[in-house]
Structures are given as structure tokens and as C-alpha cells.
């Protein structure tokens, strides 16, 4: 077995010990086939094709650079890569402000119902994007929505246009993300707080530290990490936002709302010119961000939590 | 915060605002599910008003009736399609995951560590990435709007192989050692021994691997071409962008959509919180 090969490192010779750990490789070969075929060489593919002038199945001839010219000179993936920018840099400073906030009260020793708080915070994040979308833009709705029906209660009428006002509908975008994601980070901190030992805040409130400063020096500084990996999380989790998108705006008004994802996908399925070559390398700039955030995620621990 | 104050009444007070903050928290989440439900169990006119009424005037499950029968639009079907594809997705999965983490955690075959970076390396490619890729792959295997074509890609999910692989790394290694001398074959030590003991992590990677498959609407709304194979995301929006569907059918829809994998978490979400943080320590 292979423990005898660990203790001895100048074991059998390589085919033999290969042979004696076939089993191993025929248990690899299912997730080795299953992982390349519709991960890896899909975006093998898109890399090729970002070289080509292709159309959905026919590959085209080879035109180099030009969809990477192409997609810098093309007003529309400026838009969604900005767009995209400011969407995921606000979703990922607010979610991380509010979980980190709502994290902390609910760990408090004396808060009673921690369980039912964590369960509804994260009801969300189990929640279909469909499904989110669909619930939003209905309690957005400018006439009927429940928020503007609320807020002329208060004097303010009319309430805004929250997914047509092209100042605001990216926000509003943010708005729904946020309050998808809160409980999914909300859960990793509370599980990174009951790790820090109790022993730090008897010892600072005996010295009568507050509870302000409690945070400030004890809390905060222990979470460095997961707050890292928190923030990195949350930057590749929406890079890749798609499906709000495309169910609550389109991409509208006015592309305001178009991000890379959708952009991608509107460019190769959704104008009717299937422009697959210039897609792929919209495809390929994304990857390449989402790859670098990886990365740095993987550089502060293993990166085991890119789930759901 | 656990500090011991005289003052009685700043602490009642702190109490006060804790848990206003949490309480208003919990409910900015909670009510649009409440007002999802509600805007589907209420008369029809009463969803267009532009008045602020909290309770239905009175409760129908007409609209669900309606559209069960919708002869249009086959939510039974749908729904059928959605389990189908998230539970073959999950076992594919979990399966594979089970079988390359005992390979690669039990045993050191030359080239492991080869196979355990291909495997990560899937972490970087989200498949909202490879589009394109994975359409013209599934389509040149003739996988276009089959099970199959939906299950296979929704099944690469390289977190639950970590979460599984790393539980395994912290199992002792006597047992498996006992049952080989005893003359035991490999499969069975797996089944009979590491499998067992792996119980909470295959449990948590299921549920993960189950919720995110039943949720996951990109990947579907790619390789599907007729509405019989839509799972419910797909279906759902293609209620409203091609049958016009009203606010209410859609929020129906909507709300069939998000019943189960809320009903899964909430039976199960210890195991869920366990997958979610196993790992996210760090400090």
C-alpha cells in the first residue's frame, strides 16, 4: 500500500508502484473525465475560439487579436465591464459591513434565538435567483410595488422608479444581491467569532475595555483572515452575477445594468448574430478576474468555499 | 459585552437596541418571502392595488389550480424535470467526489497530487465563464436538451470534493489498515469503513450539492431547447417572457420554485452550516 512507499521513499519502481494503486486511478478516472470534459475543455474552447471569427458551431478563420480589439473598441463591453465593477465592489463592501454587524450582535452571549436568526438570515441564499428576482421586482414595481406603496404612506410620492431609473436601477440590483448574500457571510463569521477564545474579552473587561473597544482591538483584528477571505469570496461570487440580472432588468435601462456575464451572453445568443469569437473573448477577460481573485483566495487558505 | 455593568438600565437598554437591530433585520429578510406567498393566495385584483394591505382578504389556491391545468405551460412537468436533473446532478457529484477523495486521502498513487490540482483548478471556471465552451461541448456530444446535457455539468462542483477530501484526512488510518490485512478488497473498505465515517461530510456535500443543482438556472437556460425539459428556473421565466404571464401566475411560480430547497435547508440546515463554515475558519 501506499503508506510503505511514504516511509520508504526509494519504494518499487514507479510502474510497479502505479500498478499496485490502480484501483486509485480507476476510482480518479470518473471525477478526472467528468471535470475536464465540462469544465476544463470548455474553457479551453472559449480560448481557442477568442482567437477566431466564429459562429456558434463553425469555428470560422483565424483572425488573431481583433475580438480582443474588437471588444475594446465596443462601447457596450466598457459599460458592462464598469457596470460589473461597481456592482461588485458596492455588493461586496456592503454585504461585508452588514454581515459582519449582524454577525456579531447575534453571537452575543445573552442574545436568545441564535439558531432561528441564522436560519432566516440565510433563507435567501437557498432561495432560486429566479425566484429572487421575480419577488423584487414585484415589490419594486414603480405603481403597484409594495416598497412605493409603503413609502406614499409617508408623504413620499411617487416613489422612485427603482429598476428604470438608469441612476439608480444598478443599485437596485445591489440592493437585492446584498440581501441575498447577507446570511451566507453572516454564517462564516458567526463560525469564525465562537473560534476566537472567550478568554481575550474576560481578560479586556476585567481591565474595563467597553464593548466598542472590545471590538475594535479584540474582535476585528482576529477576523483579519476571515474578513480577507470574506471580501475576496464575495468578489468572485459576483463577477459572475447572471441570473438577477437577466430576470429582474435585462440588462436595461439603457444598458446601465449590463454586466459582463450577461454581456457575454447576450453578445454570443442574444442579438441573433451569434457572435461566438467576440463573445468568448468578453468570456475570456472575465476569466481572467475571477482567476486572480482565486488565486488570492487560495493564497489565505483553502478556498473551499466558493459553494452555492 | 458580557462585562458585568451597575447600571441596570443602560444594559436594558443595550438589550433594547440589539435585539431592534436583529429584529428588523430578520424582517427585511423574512417579508418578501411572506409577501411572495401572499401576492399568490389572494384575489387577483386585489395584487394591483395601491394600497398597503398586509393580510389577503381571503385565501384562494386558485391561481395554483389554474396553472397545474394550464395545458400551456407544464409546471407538473417542470417540476418533475427540476427534481430529475438536481438529484442525478447531486449524485454524480457526490459520488465521484466520494471516490477521488478516498483515492487521493487513502492512498498515494504517483501522480496524485497532478490529479488533485485538476480538480481544483475547475473552482476557477464558474459556468457562467464557459458559456460558449460548454455549449459547443455538450452540443458535439449530442447532449442538447437531454438530462444528461444538464446533469453532467450542473454535477462539477470541486468545493464538495474538498469538503469530503479534507474530512477524509482527518479520519485515522487502522481501520483501513486492519481491514486490508483481513484480506478485505478496496471497494469494500470504502463502502464498509470510510464511507461510514465520512457520514457528515457526504451528508453536508449533498445537501450543498442538491441546493445549489435545484437553484441553478444558467446552466439549464443554456442546454435546453423545448419547454418539456425546462426545470422550473427556466420555466418559470419563460412563462413571463413568452406567455405573458401575469404577476401573479409568475410569483406562483416563483414561490413553487423556492418551497423545496427551503423545506430541505430548514429540516436539515445544521448539516448545511457544517459544509458552509467547514473550512472558513481563519484566524
Known amino acids: 500500500m501506499a503508506e510503505s512507499s511514504f516511509m520508504r521513499p526509494a519504494g518499487p519502481a514507479l510502474w510497479t508502484r502505479m500498478f499496485q494503486e490502480r484501483t486509485a486511478y480507476l476510482f480518479l478516472t470518473p471525477i478526472v473525465l467528468l471535470y475536464t470534459i465540462f469544465s476544463l475543455y470548455p474553457i479551453a474552447q472559449t480560448f481557442e475560439l477568442s482567437f477566431f471569427a466564429a459562429k456558434i458551431v463553425e469555428q470560422g478563420p483565424f483572425v488573431g487579436l481583433k475580438n480582443y480589439r474588437d471588444i475594446l473598441a465596443a462601447p457596450g463591453f466598457h459599460q458592462a465591464l464598469g457596470n460589473t465593477l461597481v456592482f461588485t465592489a458596492g455588493s461586496t463592501v456592503i454585504v461585508l459591513v452588514v454581515s459582519l454587524t449582524l454577525a456579531v450582535l447575534v453571537n452575543i452571549s445573552w442574545v436568545r434565538g441564535k439558531t432561528v436568526f441564522k436560519v432566516v438570515f440565510f433563507l435567501p441564499v437557498v432561495t432560486s435567483l429566479v425566484a429572487v428576482g421575480y419577488i423584487w421586482k414585484w415589490m419594486m414595481d414603480p405603481t403597484y410595488g409594495v416598497i412605493n406603496v409603503a413609502l406614499s404612506l409617508v408623504g413620499i410620492q411617487p416613489g422612485p422608479n427603482w429598476l428604470s431609473n438608469p441612476h439608480l436601477a444598478l443599485w437596485s440590483l445591489v440592493l437585492v444581491n446584498i440581501w441575498k448574500w447577507v446570511g451566507y457571510f453572516l454564517i462564516i463569521f458567526i463560525a469564525n467569532l465562537q473560534a476566537i477564545d472567550q478568554s481575550y474579552y474576560e481578560a479586556a473587561s476585567i481591565d474595563g475595555a467597553g464593548a466598542w473597544s472590545q471590538f475594535s482591538r479584540i474582535t476585528l483584528p482576529l477576523l483579519r483572515l476571515a474578513v480577507i477571505l470574506t471580501v475576496i469570496l464575495g468578489i468572485v461570487n459576483f463577477l459572475k452575477a447572471f441570473a438577477l440580472i437577466f430576470v429582474m432588468t435585462q440588462g436595461g435601462p439603457a444598458g446601465r445594468t449590463e454586466l459582463m456575464a450577461t454581456y457575454v451572453y447576450r453578445e454570443a445568443f442574444g442579438t441573433g448574430q451569434l457572435r461566438f469569437g467576440f463573445s468568448a473573448a468578453a468570456s475570456m477577460v472575465l476569466f481572467v478576474m475571477i482567476m486572480a481573485f482565486t488565486a488570492a483566495a487560495n493564497r489565505f487558505g483553502r478556498a473551499g468555499e466558493v459553494a452555492l | 459585552m458580557t462585562s458585568?455593568?451597575?447600571?441596570?438600565?443602560?444594559?436594558?437598554?443595550?438589550?433594547?437596541?440589539?435585539?431592534?437591530?436583529?429584529?428588523?433585520?430578520?424582517?427585511?429578510?423574512?417579508?418578501?418571502?411572506?409577501?411572495?406567498?401572499?401576492?399568490?393566495?389572494?384575489?387577483?385584483?386585489?395584487?394591483?392595488?395601491?394600497?398597503?394591505?398586509?393580510?389577503?382578504?381571503?385565501?384562494?389556491?386558485?391561481?395554483?389550480?389554474?396553472?397545474?391545468?394550464?395545458?400551456?405551460?407544464?409546471?407538473?412537468?417542470?417540476?418533475?424535470?427540476?427534481?430529475?436533473?438536481?438529484?442525478?446532478?447531486?449524485?454524480?457529484?457526490?459520488?465521484?467526489?466520494?471516490?477521488?477523495?478516498?483515492?487521493?486521502?487513502?492512498?498515494?498513487?504517483?501522480?496524485?497530487?497532478?490529479?488533485?490540482?485538476?480538480?481544483?483548478?475547475?473552482?476557477?471556471?464558474?459556468?457562467?465563464?464557459?458559456?460558449?465552451?460548454?455549449?459547443?461541448?455538450?452540443?458535439?456530444?449530442?447532449?442538447?436538451?437531454?438530462?444528461?446535457?444538464?446533469?453532467?455539468?450542473?454535477?462539477?462542483?470541486?468545493?464538495?470534493?474538498?469538503?469530503?477530501?479534507?474530512?477524509?484526512?482527518?479520519?485515522?488510518?487502522?481501520?483501513?489498515?486492519a481491514a486490508r490485512v483481513d484480506g478485505a478488497k478496496v471497494w469494500q473498505v470504502l463502502w464498509h469503513i470510510t464511507v461510514p465515517l465520512t457520514r457528515p461530510a457526504v451528508y453536508s456535500a449533498t445537501l450543498l450539492a442538491f441546493l445549489s443543482a435545484w437553484q441553478n438556472f444558467t446552466i439549464p437556460y443554456l442546454l435546453t431547447q423545448s419547454n418539456n425539459m425546462y426545470p422550473l428556473a427556466v420555466g418559470a421565466l419563460f412563462a413571463e417572457n413568452t406567455l405573458m404571464a401575469t404577476k401573479q401566475e409568475a410569483l406562483t411560480l416563483a414561490t413553487i420554485l423556492t418551497i423545496p430547497t427551503l423545506l430541505v435547508f430548514v429540516l436539515t440546515q445544521r448539516f448545511v452550516f457544517s459544509g458552509i463554515t467547514a473550512g472558513a475558519i481563519k484566524g
Open chain 2, 4 to 177: 458585568r455593568r451597575p447600571i441596570r438600565w443602560g444594559q436594558l437598554g443595550t438589550r433594547v437596541v440589539v435585539y431592534a437591530i436583529l429584529g428588523v433585520a430578520a424582517l427585511i429578510i423574512a417579508f418578501p418571502f411572506y409577501w411572495m406567498v401572499i401576492s399568490t393566495i389572494r384575489p387577483e385584483r386585489e395584487v394591483y392595488t395601491v394600497a398597503l394591505n398586509l393580510l389577503p382578504s381571503k385565501v384562494s389556491f386558485a391561481m395554483y389550480q389554474k396553472l397545474l391545468g394550464d395545458p400551456q405551460l407544464p409546471v407538473a412537468r417542470f417540476f418533475l424535470n427540476s427534481v430529475v436533473i438536481s438529484i442525478g446532478a447531486t449524485a454524480v457529484n457526490v459520488i465521484t467526489a466520494v471516490l477521488a477523495a478516498y483515492a487521493l486521502s487513502r492512498h498515494r498513487p504517483p501522480g496524485g497530487s497532478l490529479f488533485y490540482y485538476l480538480i481544483i483548478a475547475t473552482m476557477m471556471v464558474p459556468g457562467e465563464v464557459v458559456l460558449i465552451g460548454l455549449f459547443r461541448v455538450v452540443n458535439a456530444l449530442a447532449m442538447m436538451d437531454t438530462y444528461q446535457g444538464m446533469i453532467l455539468p450542473l454535477a462539477v462542483n470541486a468545493v464538495n470534493f474538498l469538503l469530503i477530501y479534507n474530512y477524509m484526512l482527518g479520519l485515522p488510518r487502522e481501520l483501513d489498515e
